[in-house]
């Protein structure tokens, strides 16, 4: 089996098409505000529980309302520790959302800059950086 990409190409580590598929279309409603975006990360999660992007993803889109889900929070960490299959990629990807979800701006900033300067083709990291930026 081929691995499986998102829409920019980056390869995402899952068996599942499934979850490919849900994943890198929730992505895209994240980075659109869709509420949509939810269900499809669900969706991603249900088809492959260990899919650690798509569980960041998730993460990051509860911290967007009042506080981040500490249940998805603690996932992403657990995942994080253990997450050998995954890309390096990936695993930066999701140091940066768990930093960021665990409420250490600075530090995800600067991760979050790192890592686009090697991979600037990562869409979500790219527009949790650039939505600080916009903050000021």
Same mark, same amino acid.
């Given at each position: 089996m081929p691995p499986?990409?998102?829409h920019m190409g980056l390869v995402i580590t899952t068996e599942?098409?499934?979850?490919?598929?849900?994943?890198?279309?929730?992505?895209q409603l994240l980075i659109r505000s869709s509420p949509?975006?939810?269900a499809l990360l669900r969706a991603a999660l249900a088809?492959?529980?260990s899919f650690g992007v798509a569980l960041a993803a998730l993460a990051l889109s509860t911290a967007d309302h009042a506080s981040a889900d500490d249940d998805l929070v603690g996932a992403l960490e657990r995942?994080?520790?253990r997450s050998s299959s995954a890309t390096? /990629?990936? /695993?930066q990807h999701m140091e940066v959302i768990a930093v960021a979800v665990g409420g250490d701006r600075e530090r995800a /900033?600067?991760?979050?800059y790192e890592h686009l300067r090697e991979f600037p083709d990562d869409v979500l990291v790219a527009h949790l950086v650039?939505?600080?930026r916009n903050l000021g």
């Open positions: 499986y990409t998102d599942s098409a499934a979850a490919a598929g849900c994943y890198a279309e929730g992505v949509k975006a939810v088809a492959d529980a995942i994080l520790a390096r /990629r990936e /695993r /900033r600067a991760l979050g650039a939505g600080w």
